[in-house]
C-alpha cells in the first residue's frame, strides 16, 4: 500500500556532500512521519533522521549539524541532505514511512565515504 523508493547514494570523498532522495507511492494518507535509518556492516540499524508531515525534525546527535531532513509533501518527497561526510557515514541509508501501527521500509541505497 505504501511504496518506497530511495536513490542518491554513491561513493564521496570525506568532506563530500550528497542528497538522498525517497519518493513514496500508494495510499499515502495517514502518513505522518518520514526518516531516514542507516546500517553498516556489523553494526545495528541506527535512526539518522525524522519529520513529520508537520516538518517538524529530529536528528541522530551523530549528524547534527552535517545532515539536514526536508519533505516535499505535494511530491511525496523526503530529502536527506548530507554534508560534510565522514568515513563512518558509510552505510545502507533506508527510508522509513510511518503509519499509524504500520511501518514501511524502502529497499536502502548504499552510500561510502571513502578516499
Known amino acids: 500500500q505504501v511504496l518506497l523508493v530511495e536513490s542518491g547514494g554513491g561513493l564521496v570523498q570525506p568532506g563530500g556532500s550528497l542528497r538522498l532522495s525517497c519518493a513514496a507511492s500508494?495510499?499515502?494518507?495517514?502518513?505522518?512521519?518520514m526518516g531516514w535509518y542507516r546500517q553498516a556492516p556489523g553494526k545495528q540499524r541506527e535512526a539518522v533522521a525524522a519529520?513529520?508531515?508537520?516538518?517538524?525534525?529530529t536528528y541522530a546527535d551523530s549528524v547534527k549539524g552535517r545532515f539536514t531532513i526536508s519533505r516535499d509533501n505535494a511530491n511525496n518527497t523526503v530529502y536527506l541532505q548530507m554534508n560534510s561526510l565522514k568515513p563512518e557515514d558509510t552505510a545502507v541509508y533506508y527510508c522509513?514511512?510511518?503509519?499509524?501501527?504500520?511501518?514501511?521500509w524502502g529497499q536502502g541505497t548504499q552510500v561510502t565515504v571513502s578516499s
Open positions: 522509513n514511512a510511518q503509519r499509524l501501527k504500520v511501518s514501511y
Open positions: 500508494g495510499t499515502i494518507s495517514g502518513i505522518y512521519a
Open positions: 519529520i513529520t508531515s508537520g516538518g517538524r525534525t
